[in-house]
């Protein structure tokens, strides 16, 4: 009996043993070695713009948008409160773009449009990061936060092909090309952007780090439109995807 006693005591210790290990490793509540810590990130985008254009403007019949990727880069500075729990800001370049596509009915002529846009902006994260795992291994990163941009040297490029119908038998087709500012008083889009941003991160031995983000504009990014039956509604959406090394 005494050495089933024994036994048991010997098993309970080993388990809470185990079990506090695990705690300290997926939730280590100790001060970090490193409160400043600085990082440099590289990757690319993969983003798109939103919009209800079919909505605004209803002789538009056919409205579609396509995501297209761009450059990323910039540089953190995390802020370690705890070992399990940072602030994280930075400062990031990333170019922007997206292809769009409309069918339009003008006074019974049939006009497509296809044509892409691309934008540079720079952004300013600002996220709540918990950290799972051994600092000195492998932490996961969770991201969660807001982010503010502003957008600059865009433009929006489009071919237009027009039927003219008045004749059936003879129907005649136009083309025009056009080039415009994206942003700016002629442009089609604000300049300012603020959204929400959330995406995991891991980082290896304290230096290597591999993140994916998102980001959801919450702000319609659109300006208003002479004849549109409504204010058109757009958002900036897009997927990140990084490596990095932190010092």
């Not at 400062?91 to 997206?98: I, P």
């Not at 292809?99 to 339009?104: E, K, W």
């Not at 846009?117 to 994260?125: D, T």
């Amino acid at each position: 009996m005494k050495k089933t006693l024994t036994i048991m005591a010997t098993l309970i210790a080993m388990c809470v043993t185990v079990s506090q290990a695990q705690s300290i490793v997926m939730f280590d509540k100790g001060h970090p070695s490193k409160v400043i810590q600085l990082g440099v990130r590289a990757g690319f985008n993969t983003s798109n713009l939103a919009t209800n254009y079919d909505k605004a403007f209803p002789e538009i019949t056919w409205n579609h948008t396509q995501w297209r990727q761009g450059l990323t880069l910039g540089a953190i500075v995390d802020i370690n409160l705890r070992n399990f729990f940072s602030i994280q800001s930075g400062l990031f370049y990333k170019s922007r773009g997206n292809d769009f596509h409309y069918l339009v009915n003008d006074n019974e002529n049939l006009v497509a449009i296809d044509g892409k846009w691309r934008g540079n902006y720079f952004e300013i994260p600002l996220l709540a990061s918990l950290r799972l795992g051994v600092f000195e291994l492998a932490q996961l990163q969770i991201d969660l936060g807001p982010y503010f941009a502003t957008g600059f040297g865009g433009k929006v490029r489009y071919n237009q092909l027009k039927t003219d119908t008045q004749d059936p038998m003879k129907p005649e087709i136009s083309q025009k090309s056009v080039k415009a500012d994206y942003f700016g008083d002629n442009g089609m889009v604000q300049r300012y952007d603020w959204g929400l941003k959330t995406g995991i991160g891991l980082l290896l031995l304290q230096h290597y780090y591999l993140g994916v983000h998102f980001n959801y504009s919450c702000r319609n990014v659109l300006k208003e439109l002479e004849g549109a039956a409504k204010r058109p509604n757009g958002h900036n959406k897009a997927w990140t995807f990084t490596l990095g090394y932190n010092f």
